[in-house]
C-alpha cells in the first residue's frame, strides 16, 4: 500500500464538471504539489498552468495531448506528461484514480 | 483553507458502491485515521467497525442512525456520530463532500 508521508493534504474537496472529477490536494514538505483524485466517465478538458504528470493509479482513459491528433490509451500504472500552459483532453470510458503530479520549472 | 499537517496519505483511493463513493485515506502521527470523501447523489447504507464522526464540508446528506426512525438532515459543516459496530443510511441529494473521523475507544 504506496503512501505520502509528511505531507499536508487540504481538507476540502477540488470539484470540476459538476462533481464527474474530483482531487484532493496534497502538499510535500518541498512544497511540491500533487493531486489524487477521482474522474467518472465523461470527455473533458483540461488546462495547465505547471507541467503535469498524470499517473494512472486506476481504470484507464484515452487522452488527446497538446498539438497531437492522435487519442493514446493510458492505463493503470502508465502515465504522461502534458506540457506547462497548455491543454489536454480526457475521454474516460471507466472510473479513473489518478494522481497528478504539479512541477515548477 | 484547512489542512491536516504532518499526516500520512494513502495514495489510491478506497472505492464504494460502483464509485458513487471514493475516498482517501489519512493517517494521522498518533495513528488516528480519517477518510475524506465524495458522495455522489444515491441511497447508501454503510456499516461500522470503529466508532465514526461523519463532518459534512460540502453539500448535504439525510442520515438515518442506528435504532432510529427518524430522517436527519445533515448539512455542510455539520457532523453526526455513529456508534461502532452498527449501520447507517443515507440519501445524498447532491454532491457531498466529507471527512469521516475513525474513533478507537
Redesign the interface.
Known amino acids: 500500500?504506496?503512501?505520502?508521508?509528511?505531507?499536508?493534504?487540504?481538507?476540502?474537496?477540488n470539484?470540476y464538471f459538476?462533481?464527474k472529477v474530483?482531487s484532493?490536494t496534497?502538499?510535500f514538505e518541498d512544497g511540491e504539489k500533487k493531486t489524487?483524485g477521482?474522474m467518472?466517465p465523461g470527455d473533458y478538458e483540461f488546462g495547465t498552468a505547471a507541467k503535469e504528470i498524470m499517473e494512472i493509479?486506476?481504470g484507464s482513459m484515452d487522452v488527446l495531448l497538446p498539438e497531437s491528433s492522435e487519442w493514446l490509451t493510458v492505463n493503470e500504472g502508465q502515465s504522461f506528461e502534458v506540457p506547462a500552459n497548455s491543454k489536454f483532453k480526457l475521454k474516460v470510458k471507466e472510473?479513473a484514480?489518478y494522481?497528478c503530479s504539479y512541477i515548477n520549472e
Not at 500500500?1 to 476540502?12: A, L, P, R
Open positions: 500500500m504506496e503512501t505520502f508521508t509528511k505531507v499536508s493534504v487540504v481538507k476540502k474537496a470539484v459538476d462533481g474530483t484532493r496534497v502538499i489524487l477521482i467518472l493509479l486506476g472510473l484514480d494522481c
